[in-house]
């Protein structure tokens, strides 16, 4: 199978570089089986072949309706995507800039795992604990840190991690899993009244004095 090259992808018709198209889900009626995540595109409004498709299908079948010109990247095959207005699609289209900040993004994601599987191999909690409270990071990698956390984390940790509060609601659940963990590592668990670390076989609270029932 022939790959288009990028620079090659231009439109036959009207000269124009074509756009990447992100495939629907869905096939068109055709039964074209689109196996690639984009298709090459002519969007240009003024292009012949759109044009005049617009002329055919409207003499022909009285349809309002076009064809635009597109490239399978993979197989290089031509053929036409039927569009039902000018406007229909070019939501779909890949921006540039766009893909360039996504690969930007898990570039950056990238590195802010491998610096988390770091601190999780040198067992350094402050360093997860960081990571889990920027507010700015990765969703993902914070979820990560709570879990890591609750791996590696000793009682010290217990209070700063029950003390954090998250908007994210997965991101706070994993954080109440890695509390429980913790304690269930220590034979700990909080005091219902005063919130103090305590053991878990208590029966009375040190630090409150409170009686606690099992
Ligand atoms: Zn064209
Ligand atoms: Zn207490």
New binding site residues.
């Given amino acids: 199978m022939a790959q288009v090259m990028e620079e090659k992808a231009v439109c036959p018709h009207c000269g124009q570089k074509l756009n990447k198209w992100s495939t629907p889900t869905f096939n068109f009626s055709d039964g074209l089986g689109w196996c690639s995540s984009f298709l090459y595109v002519c969007f240009n409004d003024e292009c012949t072949f759109f044009k005049n498709s617009w002329k055919h299908m409207y003499e022909s079948y009285g349809q309002e309706m076009g064809y635009r010109y597109m490239l399978h990247p993979d197989s290089g095959e031509a053929a036409s995507l039927p569009c039902g207005s000018k406007y229909a699609m070019k939501g779909d289209i890949i921006d540039e800039i766009q893909e360039a900040q996504e690969k930007a993004d898990l570039e950056a994601r990238k590195k802010a795992f491998q610096a988390l599987t770091d601190y999780f191999i040198a067992k350094d909690v402050d360093a997860l604990l960081k990571v889990l409270m920027d507010e700015e990071g990765f969703g993902s990698v914070r979820l990560k840190a709570a879990e890591h956390l609750g791996e590696i984390g000793d009682l010290k940790a217990v209070e700063p991690l029950a003390n954090y509060r998250c908007v994210n609601e997965v991101i706070q659940a994993k954080i109440g899993e890695a509390v429980q963990k913790i304690h269930k590592k220590n034979f700990t668990m909080e005091?219902p009244?005063?919130?103090?670390v305590?053991k878990v076989r208590a029966k009375i609270?040190k630090?409150?004095?409170?009686e606690l029932t099992a």
């Fill in positions: 005091c009244y005063c919130a103090e305590i609270c630090h409150c004095g409170k």
